[in-house]
């Protein structure tokens, strides 16, 4: 498993042009299922939640059992441990603290001749948090709540809505109603898949819809964000987890094949990569990667990752592993080198970086401070984590004096007839008299 490929072959550059070029592909028959399920769910709200839900969470699901009482997020505080709250505060705080520095400010510019020029920001009014429910809610994704609604808190939206899919018994599980209610988020639903997607942008009797929806999720959630996404703002549209590790001679074996399988756990379709100038580490890791496998719950699941997606591949030094790195745009990038700030001015494309042998990815997954939700499939070309602007919406502010508009006047008017807007150029003449 894993065995390392050399970078300068045929199979080795082979290997890395089919990671620069992956793609998610998602069949027209999940396609055709999601828009049945949002044109569902659009014309006959809450009946077609209902009906979903029944069909693939809850039997007895009812309209009644859709919001999360107050009773039921009170409730949940007896049911889970003390040390489980110490740790979601610890990482609240953390997030907090990092997102802070990310709100911009409004911001005001005057001119001579008496114009005045800015940008004002505002948040959108209502914001939907999309939480998987995690193999039927015994797994629940408490780190995805505070990663979508804290950069929501900060950027000041005021309705902040949580979605997450029930158990097979209406229910939602405990740890993560205490994260919602640790965060401060009163509104929930229990609702999951594309459903809840077209819930969320459409609204429902139950329901009001929101301006924006974020949030991870399976491939329907992933097509139905992509679907409404010419109605609400989204995120982004996000592909399987993955992982690239560059590593020299001094990175253990151990700590590398351990990152490995931090992401391929994750999904048969995860991709885990390592890049080594290290011919030891190289021939090491494969045998680690076995040896920590047996240890894993979810062993088939990273077993087929990495059969199917994984490389090791060799290089001759860390500046061609790291030209490789920016083609491909990983996700989570670590570098498990000696000097990783050395490296760091030269890296352009990732959505996380994670610095040196003491910083695995899962720090960053939990808490850090960075947000976790982050471009795949090479889109940390162009874009970003999931953050404060995410809410934020950017409108210019535009102020002529008179002195200012007659300067400006007729150059208005020469490019607007340039471009046969006449209406445009009659607007400026109605006002030079």
């Known amino acids: 498993m894993l065995k390392p490929v050399y970078y300068n072959t045929a199979e080795g550059k082979n290997r890395v042009d089919s990671l620069i070029h992956r793609q998610f592909e998602i069949s027209s028959q999940h396609e055709i299922r999601v828009k049945e399920i949002l044109e569902q769910v659009r014309s006959k709200g809450d009946q077609a939640v209902v009906r979903y839900t029944r069909q693939y969470d809850a039997p007895d699901f009812e309209i009644k059992d859709l919001t999360v009482s107050q009773q039921e997020l009170k409730a949940a505080y007896s049911k889970v441990d003390n040390d489980f709250l110490s740790s979601i505060r610890k990482a609240i705080s953390n997030i907090e603290e990092f997102h802070i520095h ?148 001094g990175a253990p074996s151990e700590f590398v094949a351990a990152d490995l399988l931090s992401q391929a756990e994750h999904d048969p379709m995860a991709t885990a ?35 199917t997606n994984g490389l090791s591949l060799k290089v001759d030094d860390l500046e061609t592993a790291i030209e490789i790195a920016n083609r491909i745009g990983p996700e989570h990038l670590e570098l498990l080198v000696s000097d990783p700030w050395g490296l760091l001015p030269k890296i352009r494309h990732a959505g996380a970086i994670f610095m040196g042998n003491a910083t695995p990815e899962p720090i960053g ?24 602007e995410t809410f ?34 009659r607007s400026i003449r109605v006002r030079q008299g």
Not at 125 to 148: H, I, Q
Not at 394 to 421: C, M, N, P, T
């Open 102 to 249: 990310q709100k911009p400010k409004s911001w005001i510019m005057t001119r001579e001749d008496g114009a005045i020029l800015g940008q004002m920001i505002r948040p959108v009014d209502a914001a939907g948090l999309y939480v998987p429910g995690g193999k039927g809610g015994e797994t629940p994704l408490v780190s995805s709540v505070l990663m979508n609604a804290i950069p929501a808190k900060i950027a000041g939206v005021k309705r902040i809505v949580i979605t997450t899919p029930p158990d097979k018994h209406g229910a939602v599980n405990p740890h993560l109603l205490v994260a919602v209610s640790e965060v401060g988020v009163r509104e929930i639903y229990k609702m999951g898949s594309a459903w809840a997607i077209g819930a969320l942008a459409f609204g429902t009797e139950t329901v009001p819809p929101v301006d924006v929806v974020v949030g991870p999720g399976n491939v329907y959630v992933t097509l139905a964000k992509k679907m409404i996404a010419c109605i609400v703002g989204i995120d982004m549209v996000a592909g399987p987890s993955e992982v690239l590790i560059i590593a020299d001679e």
């Open 273 to 307: 990569m390592l890049i080594t100038t290290s011919i030891r580490l190289a021939e090491e890791v494969p045998a680690e990667l076995k040896r920590q496998l047996e240890k894993l719950e979810r062993q088939e699941t990273a077993t087929e990752s990495l059969k």
């Open 365 to 388: 997954d939990y808490i850090a401070g960075p947000n976790h939700v982050l471009p795949t499939m090479g889109t940390a070309r162009f874009s970003s984590a999931l953050g404060v």
């Open 392 to 425: 934020l919406k950017h409108s210019s502010v535009i102020s002529y004096s008179r002195e200012a508009f007659q300067k400006d006047a007729d150059d208005v008017i020469r490019l607007a007839e340039i471009e046969g807007l006449t209406a445009h150029a």
